[in-house]
């Protein structure tokens, strides 16, 4: 039985984003990831004070708003009470899992194995990064894929 693409990624809201079906949502994610990537690398901005500040504004505005809910007698705002679940911790850890073992065993098998292709390849792999990563930082490589998973996706679904 074949899936469509929906089915086989099994993330809701998210294949939601990447398929364009929430277009709304998916605009505002290029958009959001574009000022990012804009204020990071153009402006000069740094990821750390970025969160810092951040967190300092969210601070600040949620201990304005709740003293001018006593003041004009408006209600508290709700936060929610923000957990990381259990399972979602154990399903990271199970992925990160596997791709640490894939990657033992090709070590495992570029050492006992003294398999020389695969050093071949894993070498060219490695050289090919750094030399990329010489030119582009990493959030800019990230933005890219953004961009062109974006785009092939438009590509895919209208031909």
């Known amino acids: 039985?074949?899936?469509?693409?929906?089915?086989s990624i099994r993330f809701g809201s998210v294949t939601d984003l990447i398929m364009?079906?929430?277009?709304?949502?998916?605009?505002l994610l290029l958009g959001s990831t574009t000022l990012l990537w804009f204020l990071f690398e153009k402006c000069g901005y740094s990821f750390f004070p970025f969160v810092v500040n951040t967190q300092l504004l969210l601070v600040v505005i949620l201990f304005l708003w709740a003293k001018s809910a006593i003041l004009f007698n408006r209600p508290m705002p709700q936060l929610?009470?923000?957990?990381?679940?259990?399972?979602?911790v154990f399903l990271v850890a199970d992925t990160l899992r596997v791709w640490?073992?894939?990657a033992l065993a090709v070590?495992?098998?570029i050492y006992?194995?003294?398999?020389?292709?695969?050093?071949?390849?894993?070498?060219v792999v490695l050289w090919t990064v750094s030399f990329?990563?010489?030119?582009l930082n990493f959030?800019?490589?990230?933005?890219?894929?953004?961009?062109?998973?974006f785009s092939f996706v438009i590509h895919v679904i209208h031909y």
Do not use: D
């Open 112 to 123: 006992v194995g003294r398999n020389a292709k695969q050093l071949f390849r894993v070498s």
């Open 139 to 149: 959030l800019t490589i990230l933005y890219l894929g953004e961009c062109f998973l």
């Open 20 to 27: 364009w079906k929430n277009r709304r949502g998916g605009f």
């Open 132 to 135: 990329v990563g010489n030119f």
């Open 80 to 88: 929610p009470n923000l957990e990381i679940s259990e399972a979602s």
């Open 1 to 7: 039985m074949e899936e469509s693409v929906h089915q």
């Open 107 to 109: 070590a495992r098998e």
């Open 100 to 102: 640490i073992n894939t």
